[in-house]
């Protein structure tokens, strides 16, 4: 079975500060691995993936995150946090070349305060 | 339209009502997932549906949920005597490839509340 963990319901961050999400997966296999935002009253919106290569990834709106294959886990980054950031933040993890369905996890609600 | 497009976005029904949502996903997309996010709590995957083939039902929690997809591109999950736990939002999203190594396309949800 896979999983997904993200241990932080809500996260706090002033504007201008680097910022992190953390996500930890369990999966018996190679990982792909992604991050989606939500905005409010929005669908789910691809920010970045990681499959294979770099354990840094570079994603959408300046966002990357790293692969920690010895910690299992997958954190969000960002250097520099704005007010439009604000919103809900999913990992997903897949077991590699698998056409079943993404597990996520619970999401993290990301708060940028001016 | 260039996205999902799913409806109606908002429903509210009484209890023991049956209600049918519909997706309409990108055009050339293969792949078409349901999720439920319900308040508080991550997604949870309902059905997927890949090209000609059997649908993968394994998320589907109770068997008053069904899903359809007619040829190979609308879906509609239908939903039969609801009860106030169905109340959540329900995703569709869509996609080209059938692994994963593509990113999904997520509708904006058709948040059905139950009386």
């Known amino acids: 079975a896979q999983s997904v963990a993200q241990p932080e319901d809500q996260v706090n961050v002033a504007e201008g500060n680097p910022l992190t999400v953390k996500c930890t997966y369990s999966?018996?296999?190679?990982?792909?691995l992604f991050w989606y935002v939500q905005y409010p009253n929005r669908g789910l919106q691809f920010l970045l993936k990681y499959i294979t290569g770099d354990n840094l990834v570079k994603g959408s709106y300046g966002f990357e995150a790293e692969f920690n294959k010895s910690q299992t886990s997958f954190h969000l980054k960002k250097p520099s946090a704005l007010v439009s950031d604000s919103a809900l933040y999913f990992c997903?993890?897949?077991?590699?070349?698998?056409?079943?369905?993404?597990?996520f996890g619970s999401g993290t609600q990301l708060t940028v305060l001016p | 339209g260039a996205g999902v497009s799913q409806s109606p976005s908002n429903k509210v029904t009484e209890k023991g009502k049956d209600v049918e949502l519909r997706c309409d996903p990108i055009s050339g997309h293969t792949a078409l997932y349901w999720y439920r996010q319900s308040l508080g709590q991550g997604l949870e995957f309902l059905i997927y549906?890949?090209?000609?083939?059997?649908?993968?039902k394994s998320g589907l929690p109770s068997d008053r949920f069904s899903a359809e997809r007619t040829g190979g591109s609308v879906s509609t999950l239908t939903i039969q005597r609801t009860q106030q736990e169905d109340s959540a939002v329900y995703l569709c999203?869509?996609?080209?490839?059938?692994?994963?190594?593509?990113?999904?396309?997520f509708g904006e949800g058709s948040r059905l509340t139950v009386l």
């Open positions: 999966v018996s296999g190679n990982p792909y």
């Open positions: 999203a869509s996609t080209t490839r059938t692994s994963l190594s593509g990113e999904l396309f």
């Open positions: 997903a993890v897949s077991l590699s070349g698998s056409a079943r369905q993404l597990t």
């Open positions: 549906f890949q090209g000609n083939s059997a649908p993968d």
